[in-house]
């Protein structure tokens, strides 16, 4: 993306002010969640909502983060290894993410990734990953192509570690 368009282009938390009465990302529970339930999260504490916002004040994307944990069971043994004893260990959720389907193919979700995990970085609050459950085969591809790494019992459900987001904004 060039560098000129990426200073047009602003992320931030979702208000009442922003218009999602026409966001379409093709994907009918991503959008029914960002039209419906988002604000109602974004109020009760339960998710974090973040929208693109373009010059004209379209809305061409969206993500949601949240504290979630994981079990250390799940993760790979190499991972693990290197993780202290705890049953539990705490993470951030990328819950949703989606781009709107008229400005799909212009590198905004790749933008709206580097968004979310520039705020989990900079965030005083302990998260040992990033994690993210790939609601279809495309999804997990994008994924693991920013160098998320699957569960091994669970190959929709991946990660990546805040050590490694962390040396990506340094």
């Not at 993306?1 to 979702?14: A, F, H, Q, T, Y």
């Amino acid at each position: 993306m060039p560098r000129s368009i990426e200073e047009k282009l602003r992320v931030e938390p979702l208000s009442s002010s922003h218009d999602r009465s026409e966001f379409e990302s093709g994907v009918e529970p991503l959008d029914r969640y960002f039209r419906t339930q988002a604000g109602q999260d974004a109020r009760k504490n339960m998710a974090a909502p973040f929208v693109l916002v373009l010059l004209d004040g379209t809305i061409a994307g969206y993500y949601t983060l949240s504290a979630t944990s994981v079990q250390l069971g799940e993760l790979p043994a190499q991972t693990v290894r290197k993780l202290p004893r705890y049953p539990l260990v705490p993470a951030t959720l990328l819950g949703r993410l989606a781009v709107d389907r008229r400005h799909q193919g212009k590198g905004y979700g790749r933008f709206l990734l580097g968004d979310a995990l520039h705020r989990t970085a900079r965030s005083e609050i302990a998260s040992f990953a990033v994690i993210v459950d790939a609601k279809d085969e495309n999804a997990r591809r994008f994924y693991e192509r920013e160098s998320f790494l699957p569960f091994p019992d669970r190959p929709m459900k991946l990660f990546r570690p805040m050590t490694d987001i962390r040396r990506l904004f340094d």
